[in-house]
């Protein structure tokens, strides 16, 4: 089935370590994005990425990094930068070329719980 | 930019009622989606409805964009409706970013 992947479920960081959260989508999409969630929360865009090799910062963009080398793949650091990286991190996928669907629609991976120990 | 605002940010009740949750945006939009978060925290595409209306089983959504609004009805509600229930709308001009709302969270008791 087509869909999004995130992993791990759930990570746990020591202080001053960067981590990596993978996210892989087989949707064919286009645009992919990070946001992140603290308890009680909305959704804050971190980066996103609407095509390979180009990405762009959203509103929470220090302390984190992303690469688009490949279209199926949109991978999120963490660096030691981020004073509190303690969070619910989303990583999504939008921007279809099937026209079964509505192009702009956003789909979502089931999020990776970051916790710095 | 443009503003999302849904209400009410809290809502308890009891199985088997009906509820209508709102969202207002300020402006125009190009895309208007609803999303359920589940306790687990998943995000569930409930609607994608920049404009009309649409039904699901005992969910339903209208948008009115002339009127900058959209309504969320749940009907006969169960106790796995429970979560928080996100509002999401894409700007004209934001490169297609989804601008969003705070949500509404949603308790349903047995």
Partial sequence: DGGITQSP?????????????????????????WYRQDPGQGLRLIYYSQIVNDFQKGDIAEGYSVSREKKESFPLTVTSAQKNPTAFYLCASSISQDRRISRTEAFFGQGTRLTVV | GIQVEQSPPDLILQEGANSTLRCNFSDSVNNLQWFHQNPWGQLINLFYIPSGTKQNGRLSATTVATERYSLLYISSSQTTDSGVYFCA?????????????AGTKLIIKP
């Avoid at chain 1, 746990?12 to 996210?23: A, I, P």
């Fill in chain 1, 9 to 33: 479920k759930y990570l746990f960081r020591k202080e001053g370590q960067n981590v990596t959260l993978s996210c892989e989508q087989n949707l064919n999409h286009d645009a992919m994005y």
């Fill in chain 2, 89 to 101: 709308v894409e700007d004209w001009d934001s490169n297609y970013q989804l601008i969003w709302g």
